[in-house]
């Protein structure tokens, strides 16, 4: 049987603009680690989302022997690529004290839903991005990267620009999912060039050099909101099958996970995503790693 954790919670400033502070909230496993981490990001549209959306998955993640952040980050009004350049900062501060808060520099994962899941996976596409890495970590810092062992996506927005094309062509046909999405996308994407340019889907078809870590797509069905046919795709595919198809290509492991909508804030997805970073960042092997 699976060892559960007890484990307590700390919000802490881990970066400042101007006077806005920005904070994570450490979910952190009772017992000896070293645990592996996991940045969990927040969706709403890349602008209506809060880090208290990840709780009840970070409290199983967390009960699992994870040590989890939850971030804070800036979105909407700020613009792209705002919300990157916080969270390329915050993996770069987690390595830097991994000791201190109880994990280590090479056990680091990222997770996301939705919107969230789309900053995840960008994020671990491009951690060496100029644009990204522009705020540098206090003098005397370790020399660390953004790169990441493995990413979990929980129904991403994975293409901004199909998605915000698809949201519009519904919102003409009178679907009520839309509401104010496409008004909260313009305000951080600010115009189609940069919804192309931060594109995962886009970069693996243009054929960027992207970093591929090991991934998971989890998805509900019926999603028309993120699991439906780009008709300028070029391929006669669903985003999810698109994106993970593209990912392979580029050298990349991905697992689509489909599960009941109705059930997908719960176990279903939780418990997948759980084992999946288990999987992928067992501490043992990434010792061995280390003592080679």
């Known amino acids: 049987m699976a060892t559960t954790y007890e484990f307590s919670t700390e919000d802490i400033e881990y970066l400042r603009h101007g006077e806005r502070s920005l904070k994570l909230r450490l979910f952190k496993p009772r017992g000896e680690g070293p645990f592996p981490a996991v940045i969990d990001l927040h969706g709403g549209a890349w602008g209506k989302g809060s880090l208290e959306e990840c709780q009840a998955r970070d409290e199983v993640l967390a009960r699992s022997g994870l040590l989890v952040a939850a971030l804070d980050f800036r ?33 680091i994962g990222l997770s996301g839903q939705s919107s969230g899941g789309h900053l995840a996976m960008l994020a671990a596409m491009r951690p060496h991005d100029p ?108 985003e999810p099958e698109r994106f993970a198809a593209a990912y392979r290509k580029a050298g990349g492991t991905i697992d689509l996970h489909y599960i009941e909508q109705a059930a997908r804030q719960g176990p279903l997805s939780y418990d997948p995503i759980a084992a999946f970073f288990h999987r992928h960042m067992p501490v043992e092997r990434a010792a061995a790693a280390v003592a080679k």
């Open 75 to 107: 979105d909407g009004d700020h613009g792209y690529p705002s919300a990157l350049v916080d969270i390329n900062y915050a993996i770069r501060w987690l390595k830097a004290r991994a000791a201190q808060v109880g994990t280590r520099a090479d056990l």
């Open 131 to 238: 644009r990204y890495t522009a705020v540098t970590l206090p003098s005397g810092s370790p020399s660390v990267d953004a790169t990441v062992r493995c990413v979990a996506m929980s129904w991403p927005v994975i293409n901004p620009l199909s998605r915000y094309r698809n949201a519009l062509r519904a919102r003409a046909s009178g679907a009520a999912w839309v509401g104010d999405i496409p008004e909260r996308q313009s305000s951080f994407w600010r115009n189609d060039a940069n919804m192309a340019d931060g594109n995962p889907v886009l970069m693996l078809e243009r054929g960027e050099n992207a970093v591929t870590p090991p991934a998971i797509w989890v998805q509900g069905r019926p999603d028309p909101v993120h699991d439906y046919r780009d008709p300028e795709s070029p391929v006669a595919l669903n």
